[in-house]
């Protein structure tokens, strides 16, 4: 398995054809107190760069911005129920989604933690 992260704050853990995709811990901290998630339906196709979600915190409403094209194969139930868990465990608990990618080779296109942390400073 690989991990690679995009100019969105969003990390996707890959095996294979699917990838487990969640929002970065840097994110989650620039949020705030994450209350609510909207997240797409299984079976759902997108693009990338296409909104796939949002995530409201008690400082704003962001949007998810999908980083390569693919389909969801499972969304992460329990965020309806605790959008607060995307605070405590960002990067392993709490991620998003499950999606199959459609174009592994946009995959090239996102950053490594090292390549990440340099873009976040």
Do not use: C, R
Request: proline content about 2%; charged content about 30%; aromatic content about 8%.
């Amino acid at each position: 398995m690989t991990t690679y992260y995009s100019e969105e704050h969003e990390w996707l853990t890959v095996d294979g054809d699917t990838a487990t995709v969640g929002i970065t811990q840097h994110a989650a901290d620039q949020l705030g107190e994450i209350v609510f998630v909207e997240q797409k339906e299984v079976g759902d196709d997108f693009e990338k760069g296409d909104d796939i979600g949002v995530i409201e915190s008690v400082k704003a409403a962001s949007e998810i911005y999908a980083a390569v094209d693919g389909e969801v194969l499972e969304a992460n139930g329990t965020l309806e129920e605790n959008p607060g868990a995307l605070n405590d465990s960002p990067e392993g608990d709490a991620w998003i989604y499950k999606i199959k990618l459609t174009n592994t080779d946009q995959l090239n296109d996102l950053m490594d933690l090292d390549g990440y942390k340099a873009f976040i400073g």
